[in-house]
Nanobody
Framework: QVQLAASGGGLVQPAGSLRLSCAAS????????MGWFFQGPGQEREFVAA????????HYSDSVKGRFTIARDNAKNTMYLQMNSLKPEDTAVYYC????????????????WGQGTQVTVSS
């Protein structure tokens, strides 16, 4: 059973960049499709991006397409989310998640979750 730990959040100005990391342990990382979700105050947890087992297939929400890039390094058991051109509406807690099925945009398809990392975009 895989355990996930997200990190890299912080306070950044609009148009700035951050890179989030999700470190996996306790399981075979390359067996899992992975995803990033975010949750704003009082809001539902929403899909951001997903990546397949070996990184060959990625998906993005329309709101982040062209600004965010998801990647993974199976040798390091780590997934990343490079966030560029950040906007105030990107402010949320970001969660990484893993599934032994195919990565989808539906949070209910993911069985394993990290603890979340706060991203705040503000001047």
């Amino acid at each position: 059973q895989v355990q996930l730990a997200a990190s890299g959040g912080g306070l950044v100005q609009p148009a700035g960049s951050l890179r989030l990391s999700c470190a996996a342990s306790g399981g075979t990382f390359s067996w899992y499709d992975m995803g990033w979700f975010f949750q704003g105050p009082g809001q539902e947890r929403e899909f951001v991006a997903a990546i397949s087992l070996r990184g060959g297939t990625t998906h993005y929400s329309d709101s982040v397409k062209g600004r965010f890039t998801i990647a993974r390094d199976n040798a390091k058991n780590t997934m990343y989310l490079q966030m560029n051109s950040l906007k105030p509406e990107d402010t949320a807690v970001y969660y990484c998640a893993a599934t032994q099925g195919l990565a989808t945009t539906n949070r209910d398809d993911y069985s394993y979750w990290g603890q979340g990392t706060q991203v705040t975009v503000s001047s």
